[in-house]
């Protein structure tokens, strides 16, 4: 059975999708901490054998199932996060005592870390692990999955007891169903999609920065369906371990996603507004991500990524625009 924690969060939930609906899997056992009342949804067509809480987790790994895999997605994940004792214990603890048991056990140790790792992308988006060191993020969430990464690191480099395959995922920025519980930290697709339905527009934000124009903020936007694909491509390539970018390997503007959406349902251009950022995401905001996917494609993963145009295509006409919005 496969250990899938975060496994009601977006990306963790469309894993159990793809584990359920393109892997025929469905011994899974979800693991996660709802806050949000409608974040069951993420899981009303799922197959799985049981839910447990975060909390609950270690005493029924006490019982030394037999266990193919953990796949670790569950984390804080809001950027705007600032108690880093909470970080600390959900963010950095909780996935140490995972990967110890992944280690003791024998279990291969598949788990989330994320582009926010490389702040302002100063030293570039290369995922080369002897390099995690010159990273600077740009928030506390961020520092708590570079915290982890030099970890797991560490205890490869001293040559600690380690899982016999181990894979740290740094997604760039994911949108797609299932995020619907995310509130303001949704992606940029979905808070677009619902202002041009409540008020016939969408909302960016300007550039306070003279090298990039409003809307020219570049992005390395990756659907969410082949971030899934490419955490459980591993699954199968057991003799791979490392930390691996997951995105396009190409960015895209601001400007290009509002217009894709637009297109998408036959909306009008001229919708797209600029608004002033806020003070709290002055300093502390990407202008520029793209992913060096080179080291996942020598992994073996080869399959496509949806380009901006298709992804948004997809999560509009699919499941942003149906009465059922899930996956």
């Not at 040559?159 to 995310?182: A, L, R, S």
Request: with cysteine; hydrophobic share 35%.
């Amino acid at each position: 059975m496969i250990i899938l924690t975060g496994g009601a969060g977006m990306i963790g939930s469309v894993i159990a999708w793809h584990l359920n609906s393109i892997l025929d899997k469905k011994d899974i056992i979800i693991v996660d901490d709802i806050q949000h009342p409608d974040q069951r949804n993420n899981l009303s067509k799922r197959t799985y054998i049981d839910y447990l809480d975060k909390d609950d987790l270690f005493p029924w790994l006490e019982k030394k199932k037999e266990i193919e895999a953990i796949i670790h997605m569950g984390a804080i994940s809001a950027t705007t996060e600032t108690n880093f004792n909470k970080l600390l214990n959900q963010n950095i603890r909780y996935s140490q005592n995972l990967w110890r048991y992944a280690a003791d056990h024998g279990v291969p140790f598949l788990y989330a870390s994320s582009a926010a790792t490389y702040g302002g992308g100063e030293f570039g988006y290369d995922d080369n692990e002897s390099e995690l060191r010159k990273l600077s993020p740009l928030n506390a969430y961020g520092y708590s999955k570079q915290f982890f990464d030099q970890w797991v690191v560490q205890q490869v480099t001293a040559k600690e007891k380690t899982p016999p395959q181990w894979c740290g995922f740094k997604f760039f920025n994911v949108y797609g169903p299932n995020e619907y519980h995310k509130d303001r930290m949704a992606s940029v697709v979905f808070h677009a999609f619902n202002q041009l339905k409540a008020e016939g527009e969408i909302r960016l934000f300007k550039s306070d920065r003279p090298d990039y124009k409003d809307g020219m903020q570049l992005r390395d936007f990756v659907y969410v369906k082949d971030a899934a694909a490419a955490v459980l491509h591993f699954l199968s390539h057991k003799k791979h371990s490392g930390i691996y970018n997951v995105g396009t390997g190409k960015a895209s503007s601001f400007k290009a996603l509002a217009e894709s959406l637009v297109k998408s349902i036959k909306g009008d251009l001229n919708a797209i507004k600029y608004i002033d950022m806020p003070n709290d995401l002055k300093g502390k905001y990407q202008y520029f991500t793209e992913a060096n996917i080179k080291k996942l494609k020598d992994a073996g993963y080869t399959k496509p990524f949806h380009t901006i145009e298709e992804g948004i295509k997809d999560y509009a006409i699919n499941y942003l625009t149906k009465s059922d919005t899930y996956a």
